[in-house]
């Protein structure tokens, strides 16, 4: 019996859970445990300073007050008896490229799921002006889901999995992370008493023209799908820096 955990972080409310639940159903059994509220932008954190409540909502559903990462624990350790066959996380609501990988929930809970040795896959989709059409998400997260069932993945390696909006040319792109940041991204804001305060996440991305990267690959209307390495170490430097740096 294939077993499918799917998780967000958009939390458990989000049309983006419902639509890849709706994909995944067609591939295995699934069970969505999911935090209760929008956790996007928490990156890895686990919550180790209070006790976590997992809620049922009904068969295989379940919402945790938690972050992304404490509920592919949970969901682990405390609602599956037997590993998954899958791990999968999203469809986030708005893409996951390059630098946002860093601070991304959705891609966190897939390298959690990885971190405990099951093949996973966190799936983003971008938004279009006509609302979020998941048709062409669900339609790629079920060719990619099933194509990492019937062959695995390789030790400490999850994909991550961006859809973009319009979708005019169906194609996929096999890519490297590339980098994307922000512009204009704190907002200053003053409260009731005139103080200033910072607001994070807003503004613009600059954009990133390396070829085969995986922002390149959105911007050109592709499907982006990046193997994502859990060894953050610098291997080309690794030589250079024990030899000559007299550390
Ligand atoms: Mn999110």
Redesign the pocket.
């Known amino acids: 019996m294939t077993t499918i955990l799917i998780t967000n972080?958009?939390g458990i409310h989000s049309p983006g859970l419902a639509a890849l639940e709706a994909a995944m159903a067609t591939l295995g059994n699934t069970v969505i445990v999911a935090p209760d509220r929008?956790n996007?932008a928490v990156s890895h954190s686990l919550t180790i300073n209070r006790p976590l409540k997992l809620t049922r909502h009904g068969v295989a559903r379940y919402d945790v007050n938690g972050t992304p990462a404490d509920c592919v624990v949970l969901g682990l350790s405390k609602v599956l008896r037997e590993p998954p066959a899958l791990v999968v996380s999203g469809f986030?609501?708005?893409p996951n490229l390059g630098d946002d990988i860093a601070y991304s929930?959705?891609v966190s809970a897939a390298v959690e799921g990885t971190m405990k040795g099951c093949p996973s896959i966190a799936f983003s989709t971008e938004y279009s002006t006509d609302g979020w059409d998941f048709d062409f998400s669900m339609e790629t997260a079920r060719r990619v889901a099933a194509r990492v069932l019937e062959r695995g993945l390789p030790g400490n390696t999850l994909l991550n999995v961006n859809i973009p909006k319009g979708h005019v040319n169906r194609e996929t792109r096999i890519t490297c992370q590339g980098r994307r940041q922000w512009e204009g991204d704190i907002l200053e804001v003053s409260d009731p008493r005139g103080r200033i305060h910072y607001w994070i996440g807003g503004g613009s991305p600059i954009s990133d023209r390396t070829s085969g990267s995986d922002v390149s690959a959105l911007e050109e209307g592709f499907v982006s799908i990046t193997p994502i390495h859990l060894d953050h170490t610098n291997h080309e430097f690794l030589r250079s820096f024990r030899e000559q740096w007299g550390l």
């Open positions: 972080d958009d929008d996007s986030n609501l708005g929930g959705t």
